[in-house]
């Protein structure tokens, strides 16, 4: 009797493994969370934010009155560094494109689905800090996706479960429309 | 709109090019996080606009002659959407269905995106630098011998056609002939006889009663627009209101407004104008007309009671110019029509009949060059007149054509111009105002506005004709107070001021009359169609898939012809028959119009162009292959004079239709009420009573005090508490109002004061959100539809809505389901909003029947039968009132649309947003116009009308930002910004101080299957008739079961 | 176990064979041994099932060759014409369901009412079950628009919050199918562990006799082992009884909790059970009857047999009727017009001619079991059988979608053409089917001999070439059945 079991324990464990296998990466689970590409141009957030106490905002101008975070310019960035830091091999990069009237194809980092409508300056100005989703870039030499950005983890904080709680509406058409 | 601002951004174009798979073409295809995205910043970044926030620049839409005022939204560079102008005096805010698919104009496939010129018999891709030489040096050429020059461009007013004569007379040559194929030019003619005004505003409130012979000026005679929102108005005004009888051998959609129809023979009218103005008696009248006595002794006693009557007389008959005179001449007594603000954008226009002398020149070898702007002779001259082979012989042809067709297609040299909207100007819209034109987005293609082509053209051929550089600054050199001044007027979009117009009466050619006007017992009636016109909006998707308003049919032309006239012909709808006129023949489909007269063979002009002219404009047949080319006096093609032979063809095809049964079958989905019935009490919906009571349009008191006991039940809300015992009680009476002022009901006890707050979550009226005090809500006054079906596509322009009749996205499983509308035959069309179109009487097929047009969409009910049958939630009840459908949740079970009622969702049966798919409806670059806050639907998934659940996000955003709330009528939807009659209000209908919170509670609203106690939150006030002596057909709404 | 009646001569013509009391004889079994030899003998190999084996594989492969084709495309390729928004693959889905219950009936119910001629048959049945449970469990997944997305019906710990829409009849079915799925396959299970132990002891080849050791579960015959055993079975009998009853009607919830006109009927659920029922009846003389044919079972699956199989037929099939003389009496009743020209529309519109084939089918054909010889005629049985399962999928066809054409909005007054892929996909269902099925009737085997050993006589020390009965008396030797014709 006991040796006859495993005849059908066997495929049973694959099978159950399989499935919560196929479950789980069906159930949002998927995520580019960790995704810490190599930019075109090695941007120093912690010298511009922490050194150089430059806000947020100085360069993503529009996060606080539009869904779109914004970009800065290529002439934000040259306003400067046509004469700060001209000697770093980083700017010089950076002049080469300007030079050349190209703006620099940043590479994409935080990105939510296109079913899902994120308003930045929602957000912002009911004080959520750009922490809370982007985590601590102005430590990050290269950024990196700290947060899944998964529904679940959207859902968690509208839900009121974030310290401190958040007031924000959960219905689906918030976001999804 | 949140800020109106003038300057167009910097370098958009730059940024359009990088970032053209950006957010706008956002499809809900799996989640994109995997795949490596780049964030193009912009070059410099340009001042008043932010990224991810619209701006909107003010600007004219070019697309009839009327001159609208509209405004473009920009987002991120790219114009996304077209409204009108509330400040405008033309449009008053709407647009029409041709004004909202300018967009696909000007994103077109199929527009030339270089210059090209024909080297070795075929065209190819060049440079300006090369082509402008091209041009310089043919030009030099020519001036030695001026006369030889033609100059054919598409009319416009303004001071283009002064700046483009200037241009031709600098170099010796004879003014350009400015042409319209949509524009009436006999009623143009006539009035400038008349009234010295080329397009007179008619005053259709003051009226007693309207009497249209074939002047269709609800379906594109003319200033369509504003003569719709006139006409809206005057026919909102209850008893007030004018009567409207329509004459004409085939019942328009103007037609189909009209309270009574005389189906005259076709170019009859005039005998009956005389009648009228008592040159002849009805006797004579009926003689020619066909029309019995009776009829005719009515409406001239009717005329003579009526003061003041407004006649209206469209040309296009045997005797178009003569009928439009004596209808004017009745006028002229009465105050009906007035000139000091006519349309001013009408003048100017010239005949067709100078470019059929032309094609005789050219014919004769007499023309050296031929420069064409905009217009499309070749389509538009009938094979009969000979033209194509005519222009053959012009050794060099110049194409201004922004996109490709039949002209164009001969050219030797194309100079692609700009689309409206890529360009400056100015357009004359009434006495002393301008209105101004202005580039919304930097263009789309390597293409350059004509004007400037013009001007670089003359410093190079040493005829300079302005020192300017380019157009914009002519115009800043011309305006009061220069570029400051300018820059003043832009955001208004309109300046006062006029632009001396070039006077369109050159030597009118002797007009031909019809050569042979063939024979056979039928008249061919050729007429534009409400979506395309005469063929320019044939190659915008849109327009080819709006259904037509009165036969419903998209991407296709067919033979109109009576049902008697089919039963003798042994033939039904879709079997082919062959049209045979002196001019040709053609094998068209049979659609049977009872509003048509038995000796009478209609089809639709506009479709069947050349493969070349793109890959939409070539579904269908053309009609004016069948039409003998005459004139009148005016110098106008005649469309209804052609005899025509009709015989039965083997083939059949289906209608690609969206027409389903065309009768209520007793279900008062457009329920109406008789003129008399207004005030005190409404008419009893359920009821015997009101059928036989409505002709008489007296309401019996026993049913009056019944209607007042159950308002008196109702309370003054209308809402739960007076709401049926038993709803699905056929003899009930229901009760105007909204059943359900708050989402309540739907939630069950969820709202109810029994449960504990925090089980009713959202839904808890004292929730800090607020979201269950709001019930957004509409209202449809179907006394005011007119069923043009503007509302239709501009809900295709706001919600991304894929057209899917192209003949490469059908199904191709059955062979006869291929081919242009194949989706559509299969009633796969996606329309969220749609126009039904129910007649009531005339079952005989007699001509005394009623139309009543119906928009159909999403119900929003607060008790929605689909909400509870979806196994995944993907369609619930949100607490402010919508019917919330996720699309990233459906599963495709199509459950909801099943157990839906009303049958408004509509299912992506292919991928039509997936760029990789042969379904794509989007083909570069259309969709740069996807507006990115709406997805796009992916295959596989339930979609339909939101509210446009993203304007009202937008609006609570905007609120949010400036710390306040959502102020009453702040914003509306799209189907209500667009409705030229303004029929459809939207808001908030839980808060008292929006105007549709008043409106749902008028004596005429009525929701749609109410006994199925779905609680709608869409809400119809009942049509509203005004039944004659003559009027037979039942008046009333029809028994509702 | 169940006592023997007296063993009626059916040599003596006067006396007709009492059906009630004969049915359970097989007077041409002598014994066990005969059983065992018969019935495994069966179970090899033939051409003939080969070549029918790789024609059911063929059709599987091309209804699956659609599906992926309409998975890539869209469910636009199949015949779909809104507001018809469902078609032939819920009306496929209904009539798989529906042959499965004849199955759970047969074996459990009728094992409970203890009515002896089940025994020969339900073992075929209740595969046959197990198998159009299989089939019909695909169709929801099949017609949905992002079948990959299927497991969202399934509740599933999940951290958004969501879960599915309790108040849908389609999670319902989620859990019906899925239970009546488990519940068909182990009381299948459990009724062949004995068969299956005799089948290991009678196999040569170590492999196969290794794993029916494992199904067999080490069965030795014990007296302890067959009194658990009849214990388990009773239980499941009596488990899955309900389930015959619950299921469909959770099925016909599909249609009856939506307000479309023909669907919104009290009388779906009895409705609805009864024809599955009868469709099932139908598919079981479609099976069995060429079975007994080719195995040379004849003298197992005897005609009385099938004489009171079809009684059952004939009495669902009068049900069945009654059901659709009921819509009409209540859409006539109602006063609801709605209700009424739907159903004008349903028998004189443009669909009269699926209802004519509908109700000739299952409510007039059948009425020819009323007479005897025709219910003792396996010829017309066949046949019968053919046109009971034409007529069931022509009711659930009937039922949705000249419903779904013929709706509320006028406006939306549709048509509805299936095409190839449609016709694929339901070719490759039953393709589905009888692959299992011949699978299954070479590998087990189709009759419960242990239940056949019940109901002939004990066996004699050597074996006679002549019957005896339960008294020991001496039977002479009859090669055919009573009653048969060849």
């Known amino acids: 009797m006991i040796k006859q079991r495993k005849w059908f324990a066997i495929p049973g464990f694959l099978t159950l493994a399989a499935a919560a296998a196929i479950l789980s990466a069906y159930a949002g689970a998927s995520s580019s969370q960790g995704n810490s590409p190599a930019q075109p141009v090695p941007f120093p957030h912690p010298m511009h934010v922490q050194t150089l106490k430059m806000n947020c905002v100085y360069c993503h101008f529009s996060a606080n009155k539009s869904p779109d975070p914004g970009l800065p310019a290529m002439s934000t960035c040259m306003g400067c560094h046509t004469v700060v830091g001209t000697s770093k091999p980083g700017v010089q990069k950076l002049a080469s494109f300007a030079s050349k009237n190209q703006p620099v194809p940043w590479v994409r980092i935080h990105k939510v689905p296109e079913y899902v409508h994120f308003p930045h300056m929602r957000h912002v100005n009911a004080g959520v800090s750009c922490q809370t989703c982007h985590g601590n870039v102005q430590n990050m030499a290269q950024v990196s996706q700290q947060n899944s950005l998964n529904m679940g983890w959207c859902v968690n904080c509208h839900v009121g479960r974030s310290n401190p709680p958040f007031k924000a509406r959960y219905d689906c058409a918030t976001c999804h429309y | 709109m949140s800020s109106e601002t003038s300057k167009p951004g910097v370098k958009r174009r730059e940024f359009l090019k990088v970032v053209g798979a950006g957010s706008a073409t956002a499809t809900m295809i799996g989640c994109s996080s995997e795949r490596v995205e780049k964030l193009i910043p912009y070059f410099v970044s340009p001042d008043q606009t932010v990224p991810g926030v619209s701006t909107y620049y003010a600007s004219t839409c070019r697309e009839c002659a009327s001159a609208c005022g509209i405004i473009a939204e920009t987002r991120d560079g790219r114009t996304i959407k077209l409204e009108g102008n509330p400040d405008h005096p033309v449009n008053r805010g709407a647009l029409c269905a041709k004004g909202q698919a300018a967009l696909q104009g000007l994103y077109n496939p199929d527009r030339y995106r270089t210059p090209m010129v024909r080297r070795g018999g075929k065209l190819e891709k060049t440079t300006w630098d090369d082509a402008l030489k091209i041009f310089g040096d043919k030009l030099a050429e020519a001036r030695r011998n001026?006369?030889?020059?033609?100059?054919?461009?598409?009319?416009?007013?303004?001071?283009?056609?002064?700046?483009?004569?200037?241009?031709?007379?600098?170099?010796?040559?004879?003014?350009?002939?400015?042409?319209?194929?949509?524009?009436?030019?006999?009623?143009?003619?006539?009035?400038?006889?008349?009234?010295?005004?080329?397009?007179?505003?008619?005053?259709?409130?003051?009226?007693?009663?309207?009497?249209?012979?074939?002047?269709?000026?609800?379906?594109?005679?003319?200033?369509?627009?504003?003569?719709?929102?006139?006409?809206?108005?005057?026919?909102?005004?209850?008893?007030?209101?004018?009567?409207?009888?329509?004459?004409?051998?085939?019942?328009?959609?103007?037609?189909?407004?009209?309270?009574?129809?005389?189906?005259?023979?076709?170019?009859?009218?005039?005998?009956?104008?005389?009648?009228?103005?008592?040159?002849?008696?009805?006797?004579?009248?009926?003689?020619?007309?066909?029309?019995?006595?009776?009829?005719?002794?009515?409406?001239?006693?009717?005329?003579?009671?009526?003061?003041?009557?407004?006649?209206?007389?469209?040309?296009?008959?045997?005797?178009?110019?003569?009928?439009?005179?004596?209808?004017?001449?009745?006028?002229?007594?009465?105050?009906?029509?007035?000139?000091?603000?006519?349309?001013?954008?009408?003048?100017?226009?010239?005949?067709?009949?100078?470019?059929?002398?032309?094609?005789?020149?050219?014919?004769?070898?007499?023309?050296?060059?031929?420069?064409?702007?905009?217009?499309?002779?070749?389509?538009?001259?009938?094979?009969?007149?000979?033209?194509?082979?005519?222009?053959?012989?012009?050794?060099?042809?110049?194409?201004?054509?922004?996109?490709?067709?039949?002209?164009?297609?001969?050219?030797?040299?194309?100079?692609?111009?700009?689309?409206?909207?890529?360009?400056?100007?100015?357009?004359?819209?009434?006495?002393?105002?301008?209105?101004?034109?202005?580039?919304?987005?930097?263009?789309?293609?390597?293409?350059?506005?004509?004007?400037?082509?013009?001007?670089?053209?003359?410093?190079?051929?040493?005829?300079?004709?302005?020192?300017?550089?380019?157009?914009?600054?002519?115009?800043?050199?011309?305006?009061?107070?220069?570029?400051?001044?300018?820059?003043?007027?832009?955001?208004?979009?309109?300046?006062?001021?006029?632009?001396?117009?070039?006077?369109?009466?050159?030597?009118?050619?002797?007009?031909?009359?019809?050569?042979?006007?063939?024979?056979?017992?039928?008249?061919?009636?050729?007429?534009?169609?409400?979506?395309?016109?005469?063929?320019?909006?044939?190659?915008?998707?849109?327009?080819?898939?709006?259904?037509?308003?009165?036969?419903?049919?998209?991407?296709?032309?067919?033979?109109?012809?009576?049902?008697?006239?089919?039963?003798?012909?042994?033939?039904?709808?879709?079997?082919?028959?062959?049209?045979?006129?002196?001019?040709?023949?053609?094998?068209?489909?049979?659609?049977?119009?009872?509003?048509?007269?038995?000796?009478?063979?209609?089809?639709?002009?506009?479709?069947?162009?050349?493969?070349?002219?793109?890959?939409?404009?070539?579904?269908?047949?053309?009609?004016?292959?069948?039409?003998?080319?005459?004139?009148?006096?005016?110098?106008?093609?005649?469309?209804?004079?052609?005899?025509?032979?009709?015989?039965?063809?083997?083939?059949?095809?289906?209608?690609?239709?969206?027409?389903?049964?065309?009768?209520?079958?007793?279900?008062?989905?457009?329920?109406?009420?008789?003129?008399?019935?207004?005030?005190?009490?409404?008419?009893?919906?359920?009821?015997?009573?009101?059928?036989?009571?409505?002709?008489?349009?007296?309401?019996?008191?026993?049913?009056?005090?019944?209607?007042?006991?159950?308002?008196?039940?109702?309370?003054?809300?209308?809402g739960e508490e007076g709401h049926p015992e038993f709803p699905g009680d056929a003899s009930h009476e229901f009760l105007p109002g909204l059943r359900s002022p708050t989402a309540k009901d739907a939630q069950g006890d969820l709202g109810g004061p029994g449960t504990k707050s925090k089980e009713k979550g959202m839904y808890d009226p004292e929730h800090w959100s607020g979201m269950a005090r709001r019930r957004w809500a509409m209202t449809i006054d179907l006394a005011r539809c007119t069923g043009c079906s503007a509302c239709v596509t501009a809900c295709y322009a706001e919600n991304n809505i894929p057209t899917v009749g192209a003949d490469w996205q059908g199904p191709k499983v059955l062979p006869d389901r291929t081919g242009f509308g194949a989706n559509i035959t299969r009633s796969r069309e996606m329309s969220w909003i749609r126009l039904e179109r129910y007649f009531e009487g005339g079952e005989d097929g007699g001509a005394d029947f009623e139309t009543r047009f119906v928009p159909m969409l999403c119900q929003h009910c607060g008790n929605a039968p689909c909400e509870p049958v979806c196994p995944v939630y993907a369609t619930y009840h949100a607490p402010d009132g919508l019917n919330v459908q996720v699309y990233n949740r459906c599963v495709g079970t199509r459950y909801c649309s099943n157990n839906c009622p009303y049958k408004v969702r509509y299912f992506n049966w292919f991928g039509y947003g997936e760029p990789a798919r042969a379904q794509y409806a989007f083909p570069e670059p259309l969709n740069w116009q996807l507006n990115p806050d709406v997805t796009v639907r992916g295959k596989g998934v339930m979609e339909k009308c939101t509210f446009c659940v993203q304007r009202i996000r937008e609006a609570e955003n905007r609120a949010a930002l400036e710390h306040r709330g959502v102020e009453p009528d702040e914003f509306t939807v799209a189907c209500a910004e667009a409705c030229p009659s303004r029929a459809i209000t939207f808001g908030d209908a839980a808060d008292e101080r929006w105007t549709v919170a008043k409106l749902v509670n008028d004596e005429r609203a009525y929701h749609v299957f109410e006994e199925l106690n779905t609680y709608t939150a869409v809400v119809y006030l009942k049509k509203v008739n005004h039944p004659g002596a003559m009027t037979t057909s039942p008046v009333a709404a029809p028994e509702v079961h | 176990m169940a006592t023997m009646a007296r063993p009626s001569r059916v040599k003596d013509e006067p006396r007709r064979p009492n059906i009630a009391s004969a049915d359970i004889q097989l007077p041409a079994v002598r014994d066990y041994e005969q059983v065992d030899r018969e019935i495994s003998a069966t179970l090899h190999p033939t051409v003939a099932w080969f070549i029918g084996l790789g024609v059911a594989i063929l059709f599987l492969i091309i209804g699956a060759a659609a599906w992926m084709y309409q998975i890539y495309t869209g469910l636009g390729v199949a015949g779909y014409n809104p507001p018809v928004m469902w078609g032939v693959y819920i009306i496929t889905f209904v009539f798989w369901v529906g042959i499965g219950h004849a199955g759970t009936l047969i074996s459990a119910i009728l094992y409970l009412f203890r009515a002896g001629f089940r025994t020969t048959i339900y073992r075929c049945a209740e595969a046959m079950t197990v198998f159009a449970v299989m089939t019909a469990g695909l169709f929801p997944i099949l017609h949905l628009g992002r079948p990959w997305k299927f497991f969202w019906l399934i509740p599933y710990p999940n951290w958004r919050y969501i879960w599915p829409q309790f108040k849908s009849p389609l999670v319902w079915d989620v859990f019906a199918i899925l239970t009546y799925l488990t519940v068909s396959s182990t009381f299948l299970y459990i009724g062949l562990i004995p068969d299956i132990a005799t089948l290991r002891d009678r196999e040569k080849n170590p492999v196969r006799r290794r794993i029916f050791g494992v199904l067999s579960l080490g069965w030795r015959n014990s007296d302890r082992e067959w009194r658990h055993f009849a214990r388990a079975y009773l239980f499941l009998a009596a488990f899955s009884t309900p389930l015959v009853l619950s299921v469909h009607s959770v099925v016909s919830f599909d249609f009856a909790m939506a307000l479309t006109p023909g669907w919104h009927t009290t009388i779906f659920p009895p409705y609805f059970v009864a024809g599955a029922i009868f469709s099932g009846i139908g598919m079981v003389f479609t099976i069995i009857i060429p079975l007994r044919k080719w195995f040379g079972l004849k003298h197992y699956v005897t005609i009385n047999h099938l004489d009171a199989a079809a009684k059952l037929c004939l009495f669902t099939s009068l049900v069945v009727g009654c059901a659709y003389m009921t819509e009409w009496f209540v859409a006539w009743f109602s006063g609801n017009e709605f209700e009424k020209n739907f159903f004008a529309n349903r028998i004189w519109g443009q669909w009269w001619w699926a209802s004519a084939i509908l109700y000739t089918c299952n409510m007039v054909l059948p009425l020819t079991l009323f007479k005897q010889s025709w219910r003792r005629n396996p010829t017309w049985l066949f046949i019968l059988s053919f046109f009971i399962n034409l007529g069931m999928w022509f009711e659930r066809f009937v039922i949705v979608v000249p419903s779904l054409s013929h709706e509320f909005e006028p406006w939306q007054w549709a048509g509805y053409s299936p095409t190839w892929v449609d016709f694929a996909i339901l070719a490759g269902s039953f393709g589905w089917f009888s692959m299992w099925f011949l699978l299954f009737i070479k590998q087990l085997p189709v009759i419960a001999i242990s239940e056949v050993k019940e109901i002939v006589p004990p066996k004699l020390r050597q074996t006679h070439d002549h019957g005896i009965d339960s008294a020991g008396r001496h039977l002479e030797f009859e090669p055919s059945t009573p009653g048969e014709a060849d």
């Open chain 2, 146 to 718: 001026p006369g030889g020059v033609a100059f054919i461009n598409r009319h416009q007013s303004g001071g283009f056609p002064q700046l483009l004569n200037s241009w031709l007379a600098g170099m010796g040559m004879a003014p350009a002939l400015s042409i319209d194929p949509d524009a009436d030019t006999t009623a143009i003619a006539a009035n400038l006889q008349t009234f010295g005004v080329a397009w007179p505003r008619y005053d259709f409130a003051s009226t007693r009663l309207i009497i249209s012979f074939g002047a269709d000026f609800l379906d594109g005679w003319g200033a369509s627009v504003p003569q719709q929102l006139d006409f809206a108005d005057a026919r909102a005004r209850g008893a007030n209101a004018p009567r409207f009888i329509y004459v004409g051998a085939r019942r328009s959609l103007t037609g189909l407004n009209a309270d009574d129809w005389i189906p005259a023979k076709p170019g009859s009218e005039l005998a009956i104008v005389q009648m009228l103005s008592g040159a002849s008696t009805p006797q004579q009248a009926a003689q020619a007309s066909g029309v019995d006595v009776a009829r005719l002794t009515a409406l001239q006693t009717e005329f003579a009671a009526a003061k003041p009557a407004l006649v209206l007389a469209a040309g296009g008959g045997p005797n178009g110019m003569e009928l439009c005179l004596a209808a004017n001449a009745l006028n002229g007594t009465s105050g009906a029509v007035s000139i000091a603000d006519a349309y001013r954008g009408f003048e100017g226009i010239d005949p067709v009949s100078h470019i059929r002398a032309l094609g005789q020149r050219m014919q004769g070898g007499g023309v050296s060059m031929l420069m064409v702007h905009n217009v499309d002779p070749v389509y538009l001259m009938p094979k009969s007149s000979g033209f194509r082979a005519a222009m053959a012989k012009v050794p060099f042809k110049v194409s201004f054509s922004s996109i490709m067709d039949e002209t164009s297609e001969m050219a030797d040299l194309i100079l692609p111009d700009n689309h409206s909207l890529e360009s400056w100007g100015e357009a004359q819209a009434v006495t002393n105002t301008l209105s101004l034109q202005q580039p919304t987005m930097d263009p789309v293609f390597d293409t350059r506005a004509i004007a400037d082509v013009l001007l670089a053209v003359s410093r190079t051929t040493g005829t300079p004709i302005a020192t300017m550089p380019d157009y914009r600054s002519l115009m800043i050199s011309r305006f009061p107070g220069g570029a400051a001044g300018l820059a003043a007027a832009l955001p208004k979009g309109i300046s006062s001021g006029s632009v001396q117009q070039p006077a369109g009466s050159k030597a009118l050619p002797q007009p031909v009359a019809a050569a042979n006007a063939g024979n056979g017992d039928f008249t061919l009636l050729v007429y534009p169609s409400p979506a395309l016109g005469m063929g320019e909006g044939a190659n915008k998707p849109w327009l080819q898939e709006l259904p037509d308003p009165v036969t419903k049919i998209a991407w296709q032309t067919v033979a109109e012809i009576h049902p008697a006239t089919a039963r003798k012909l042994g033939v039904e709808n879709g079997d082919h028959v062959i049209v045979e006129t002196a001019a040709g023949k053609l094998s068209l489909p049979v659609y049977t119009y009872q509003g048509i007269r038995e000796d009478v063979v209609a089809v639709a002009a506009g479709r069947g162009h050349a493969d070349s002219a793109g890959r939409y404009a070539k579904a269908g047949s053309n009609a004016f292959d069948l039409l003998t080319y005459a004139e009148d006096r005016s110098g106008s093609i005649m469309l209804g004079s052609t005899r025509a032979r009709v015989t039965k063809d083997g083939g059949h095809s289906r209608l690609v239709t969206t027409e389903g049964s065309a009768r209520q079958h007793g279900r008062g989905i457009a329920q109406a009420v008789v003129v008399g019935q207004l005030g005190g009490t409404h008419e009893a919906s359920g009821s015997e009573h009101a059928a036989e009571a409505a002709p008489q349009g007296s309401v019996s008191g026993e049913q009056k005090e019944r209607a007042l006991g159950e308002k008196a039940a109702a309370g003054e809300h209308g």
